[in-house]
């Protein structure tokens, strides 16, 4: 089985690029696949603004981007 390649998108300009605004959070992009890492704060919104997964914190942030990833088979 082939792994997909996936790329964290950090950068607050990036950010905006992407999304078309900016909260505090992480974008991952797999393929097609497009999943937005952000705290409680901002979850609402996003999912009302983003047409992709919007997942919330519940856990150290990296610790559970790579959960994510590793679930995935990213």
């Known amino acids: 089985m082939k ?4 790329q964290l ?5 990036n950010l905006r ?3 078309g ?3 505090e959070g992480y ?3 797999a ?3 497009f999943v937005f890492f952000t705290d ?3 979850i609402e919104e996003a999912e009302s603004k983003l047409s992709f997964k919007v997942v919330g914190f519940t856990k150290e942030p990296f610790e559970e981007i790579l959960d994510y990833l590793s679930d995935n088979k990213i």
């Open 9 to 13: 998108i950090l950068n607050e300009i």
């Open 31 to 33: 393929g097609e696949e």
């Open 27 to 29: 974008l991952l992009t």
């Open 17 to 19: 690029y992407y999304l």
């Open 40 to 42: 409680a704060r901002y």
């Open 3 to 6: 792994s997909k390649k996936a």
């Open 21 to 23: 605004f900016y909260f």
